[in-house]
């Protein structure tokens, strides 16, 4: 139902910003939710962020006040703003779409290839 490419990661020092963005192959207006999460080694795949089609937003505790999810409808794109950067938000960063299932409960999730993040100095 839609093809997830993500793009912006790289290496950057703490402290510094990224923007991460999520190309989507189809219009994101009716996706119920669009959402970045994160995998580093070792660990389970976690929620970073997510924005409804309502655009409501939920964040982790963990980069609330340093992160900002957007998303631009006209360009069928979301985006996840990085700033004050650490250490232990070295990960690959994985966008998803939750799309609602048509006629029944629950949602289908589609991923995005990722994109690593390395912040080092």
């Known amino acids: 139902q839609v093809q997830l490419v993500e793009s912006g990661g790289g290496l950057v020092q703490p402290g510094g910003s990224l923007r991460l963005s999520c190309a989507a192959s189809?219009?994101?207006?009716?996706?119920?939710?669009m959402g970045w999460y994160r995998q580093a080694p070792g660990k389970q795949r976690e929620l970073v962020a997510a924005?409804?089609?309502?655009?409501?937003?939920n964040y982790a505790d963990s980069v609330k006040g340093r992160f900002t999810i957007s998303r631009d409808n006209a360009k069928n794109t979301v985006y996840l703003q990085m700033n004050s950067l650490k250490p232990e938000d070295t990960a690959v960063y994985y966008c998803?779409?939750?799309?609602?299932?048509?006629?029944?409960?629950?949602?289908?999730?589609?991923w995005g290839k990722g994109t690593l993040v390395t912040v080092s100095s």
């Open positions: 998803n779409a939750a799309l609602l299932i048509v006629g029944g409960t629950g949602v289908q999730d589609y």
């Open positions: 924005i409804t089609s309502g655009s409501r937003t």
């Open positions: 189809r219009s994101i207006f009716s996706i119920y939710a």
